[in-house]
Nanobody, 126 residues
């Protein structure tokens, strides 16, 4: 079991940057691949980024590629999402998620994750 707590959301202007953090409880953080998803009002929750257990592999949604960077600090049990050049369409609740499954099956789908945080709101004004 792992508990996830996101932080760092807020209201910013288009073009600004924001860094989200997700702190995980427990001693088994390195057993989990970690992902970020987001959900805008009236829309489905969508994949943003994923990072492997050791941090050596990352994948991104096309909509954020080149602007967002996912990273993790296993010594701090924390995963980050650095968001640059933010756009109004990035406005959403951002969720951190953990997956036990090794490999990359369903890495971009909600079903591929076992634990979820409560979410943090990111609002980008134009």
């Amino acid at each position: 079991q792992v508990q996830l707590v996101e932080s760092g959301g807020g209201l910013v202007q288009a073009g600004d940057s924001l860094r989200l953090a997700c702190a995980a409880s427990g001693r088994t953080f390195t057993m989990y691949g970690m992902g970020w998803f987001r959900q805008a009002p009236g829309k489905e929750r969508e994949f943003v980024a994923v990072i492997s257990r050791g941090g050596g592999n990352t994948y991104y949604a096309d909509s954020v590629k080149g602007r967002f960077t996912i990273s993790r600090d296993n010594a701090k049990n924390t995963v980050y999402l650095q968001m640059n050049s933010l756009k109004p369409e990035d406005t959403a609740v951002y969720y951190c998620a953990a997956r036990r499954t090794p490999g990359y099956g369903d890495y971009d789908s909600k079903v591929g994750y076992d634990y979820w945080g409560q979410g943090t709101q990111v609002t980008v004004s134009s």
